[in-house]
């Protein structure tokens, strides 16, 4: 079969001005699977609210983690493309949800590469299912797909939270940092409202609203962002045998009064310290490529937080980024589908 494929990420700004800054969000937090309001109120929040006062603080954070080649997140995706193009045959595009390169652009590029494509296999970099990620990614690329009516078939590789490849890869990008001296681990993934983990539960009576929900099996765990997170670090704290309290998992990236996924990342940063944590591991399994939040919430804004809060270390883990494992990861899930015709 003509095939090709599409890796799919976040996306950034075109440049760290102001002016690229603000339109980038604009997309971003219109997307009515991030704010999940109504139209009118979501455009006076974030055109009149949000944006206004996010951007210029938004641009000089970007100003401090950009490169010469531009976005970190980009290059990294990049790099993951260029790989990858190394162990597979079908041509590798790459897309953002927001901004550049585009999903359209993608698809076009596999096209006149292959004119008579007939399937595009797009890759959400998701580890885990939330409608304002991966959600948003597959409905935007089927969305993109049908206007445009593309003749080729389009699929998806399915979240892979407790994938063994995608554990192996994250545990393997772990244990070297183990050797140091450290008091705890910390997990911290992006956060996202309470009120987005019971809207993506098919049954409707299950997350958030039975006691350990997360540990008790159910249908609503496929669409769970809540328990796939915990279920990644249950796996990957087995593979490293990591003692008892030794590790614990958070959330960042907060936006707004509502209530979010807790603990809080920034808390529990001003908290560690006044608990005997004082050497802190820290990885963003929720970011397969290092980005704003990576870059500059956690290592810059994160570990000033943590020092001043009487924190001595803090070791911000990279992201799987082009890590060997990871990228035979992919490779791997994508010769798998070749022979099987399933998706992992």
Not at 21 to 48: A, C, H, Q, T, W
Not at 61 to 84: C, D, M, V
Not at 157 to 178: C, D, G, M, Q, W
Request: hydrophobic letters at 35%.
């Amino acid at each position: 079969m003509k095939r090709g494929i599409v890796l799919m990420n976040l996306g950034s700004p075109d440049s760290i001005s102001v002016k690229d800054v603000r339109r980038y969000l604009n997309e971003f937090l219109m997307d009515e699977r991030v704010i999940d309001k109504p139209y009118l109120f979501r455009k006076i929040l974030v055109s009149g609210i949000i944006v206004p006062f996010r951007a210029p603080k938004s641009a000089e954070a970007y100003k401090s983690i950009w490169t010469e080649k531009g976005s970190p997140l980009i290059e990294f995706t990049r790099q993951l493309q260029n790989a990858l193009q190394q162990q597979i045959s079908e041509p590798i595009e790459i897309a953002m949800r927001y901004g550049n390169p585009s999903v359209k652009s993608a698809y076009d590029n596999l096209q006149s590469k292959i004119p008579e494509l007939e399937e595009v296999i797009a890759i959400p970099l998701y580890p885990h299912y939330a409608m304002s990620s991966y959600e948003t990614a597959v409905e935007y690329a089927r969305e993109i797909h049908a206007k445009n009516k593309y003749a080729f078939k389009l699929n998806f590789v399915k979240p892979f939270f407790n994938h063994p490849y995608y554990i192996h890869a994250l545990t393997e990008s772990i244990r070297p940092y183990l050797s140091q001296p450290y008091d705890h681990i910390l997990f911290s993934y992006h956060g996202i409202p309470e009120r987005h983990v019971m809207k993506t539960d098919g049954t409707g009576v299950h997350c958030l609203k039975v006691n350990n929900c997360c540990e008790i099996d159910s249908p609503a765990h496929a669409t769970c962002y809540r328990h796939q997170i915990i279920t990644t670090t249950r796996l990957v704290a087995e593979k490293l045998e990591l003692p008892t309290g030794k590790c614990s998992f958070s959330f960042q990236s907060r936006l707004g009064r509502d209530e979010w996924l807790k603990p809080y990342t920034a808390k529990r940063f001003e908290e560690m310290p006044q608990e005997g944590i004082k050497k802190l591991l820290i990885v963003c399994p929720a970011f397969v490529a290092d980005c704003l939040e990576t870059l500059e919430e956690i290592a810059v804004e994160g570990r000033n937080s943590f020092i001043q809060s009487g924190g001595e270390l803090l070791t911000v883990i990279p992201c799987l980024n082009t890590h060997p494992l990871w990228v035979k990861t992919i490779a791997n899930w994508i010769k798998e589908y070749e022979e099987e015709g399933e998706m992992v």
